[in-house]
């Protein structure tokens, strides 16, 4: 089997884990191998926390630069962060509503552009799809559900090897039952959102 690299980055508190969790689950029900490994920065005070997924045939799952098939951002300032993991190849999927740091918020950074952000992304690499998951995931009943949005138009992609129905199926397992509705909305509005892109 294809090997297909992903990197998810994102802020603390943005739910990568679950979402690599519920990624994990729904592989194994498609049975796809998957290996997978996180790096924790400061996540609870707001810092970048790193999933690495490997699915198909691997032995490990760093990936190095230049090696990741699709990048997923749940913050856009970490998606263009993380570009460097990109090759003229990679799928990049980005949420675009920005949770700014704190050096931003006392005056001691500056937030990128947005436009600029996206024009080097497209630069880079072969697709970008960019939209709003905070919003959507508002529309779906939760903003916590931006994972899930992101999820959705992962999915759409068919960059994975892995079914709709197996990662809806991932929802219901791996999500706490009281948000299962609002993240199975939540995927089908990010499906949606990338079918459009």
Do not use: W
Request: glycine share 8%; aromatic share 4%; hydrophobic share 50%.
């Amino acid at each position: 089997m294809d090997t297909t690299r992903l990197i998810i980055v994102a802020v603390g508190g943005q739910g990568n884990l679950l979402a690599s969790k519920v990624l994990g689950e729904a592989a194994l029900l498609a049975n796809v191998p998957v290996r997978m490994s996180e790096i924790h920065g400061m996540a609870q005070r707001g810092g970048v926390v790193e999933s690495a997924i490997v699915f198909g045939d691997a032995q490990s799952t760093i990936i190095s630069d230049g090696e990741a098939d699709v990048l997923v951002g749940f913050e856009p300032s970490e998606t263009l962060r993380a570009l460097n993991k990109c090759n003229a190849n990679t799928s990049v999927i980005t949420n675009l509503a920005p949770l700014p740091p704190f050096t931003v918020a006392i005056g001691r950074g500056t937030y990128p552009d947005l436009d600029h952000a996206q024009d080097l992304i497209r630069a880079k690499t072969k697709r970008l799809i960019a939209f709003d998951a905070v919003a959507l995931a508002r529309q779906a009943g939760s903003v916590m559900a931006v994972n899930i949005v992101l999820l959705g138009a992962l999915i759409q992609t068919g960059i994975l090897p892995i079914p709709r129905e197996n990662l809806e199926e991932a929802i219901r397992t791996k999500t706490k039952a009281a948000f299962v509705d609002v993240n199975l909305a939540a995927f089908d509005l990010g499906y949606k959102a990338a079918a459009g892109s």
